[in-house]
T-cell receptor
Framework: AQSVTQPDIHITVSEGASLELRCNYS??????LFWYVQSPGQGLQLLLK??????LVQGIKGFEAEFKRSQSSFNLRKPSVHWSDAAEYFC???????????????FGQGTILTVHP | DGGITQSPKYLFRKEGQNVTLSCEQN?????MYWYRQDPGQGLRLIYY???????QKGDIAEGYSVSREKKESFPLTVTSAQKNPTAFYLC????????????FGPGTRLTVT
């Protein structure tokens, strides 16, 4: 079965500082990987996704993520954080065709980002 | 604008009552999903549907039921058998099962007392 670990429950950064949110996954084949963001009391918005190809993926709002198969990681980065980036971030892994979990996403527990002015 | 709507935003019920949460999408997506979100636990899959008149149990289906009579609609019923129903419920859809990203609705916060 697939699983996702986000080691950091809460991260605090200063506005303008760089950001890296960690995500490690467990899956037997090449996974589909996603990062979503959620503001309090709201639904989830997709930041970026990796299906195949270039392992460095660009997303919305200046975010990027890098798929590293050897480390089973898909860390999210942003070079300069804005106060509006404060939210909760979720990493998710999906199984491709043929897998027993086909079509289902498994989410990490989330990382809450606080931005200090 | 295309998207997913969930209603109501907040829902209050007495223990022992069944309650139905609405989810409608106009994205022409075949697949739809229901998740439950509790603080510190991420999202957990309750039910999903690949196509009209077909649905499958997710990881935590006990105490819940769904129907999929129309492509656009995937209502979730929280029954009195669900032992801890107070949570934030999110509906999502994707082009098809296992293909493309999932798009989420704004969620319904259910409080049962």
């Amino acid at each position: 079965a697939q699983s996702v670990t986000q080691p950091d429950i809460h991260i605090t950064v200063s506005e303008g500082a760089s950001l890296e949110l960690r995500c490690n996954y467990s899956y037997g084949a090449t996974p589909y990987l996603f990062w979503y963001v959620q503001s309090p009391g709201q639904g989830l918005q997709l930041l970026l996704k990796y299906f195949s190809g270039d392992t460095l993926v660009q997303g919305i709002k200046g975010f990027e993520a890098e798929f590293k198969r050897s480390q089973s990681s898909f860390n999210l980065r942003k070079p300069s954080v804005h106060w509006s980036d404060a939210a909760e971030y979720f990493c998710a892994v999906g199984a491709g065709a043929g897998g027993t979990s086909y079509g289902k996403l498994t989410f990490g527990q989330g990382t809450i980002l606080t931005v200090h002015p | 604008d295309g998207g997913i709507t969930q209603s109501p935003k907040y829902l209050f019920r007495k223990e022992g009552q069944n309650v139905t949460l609405s989810c409608e999408q106009n994205l022409n997506h075949d697949a739809m999903y229901w998740y439950r979100q509790d603080p510190g636990q991420g999202l957990r899959l309750i039910y999903y549907s690949q196509i009209v008149n077909d649905f499958q149990k997710g990881d935590i289906a006990e105490g819940y039921s769904v129907s999929r009579e129309k492509k656009e609609s995937f209502p979730l019923t929280v029954t009195s058998a669900q032992k801890n129903p107070t949570a934030f419920y999110l509906c999502a859809s994707s082009i098809s099962l296992g293909w493309g990203e999932q798009y989420f609705g704004p969620g319904t916060r259910l409080t049962v007392t």
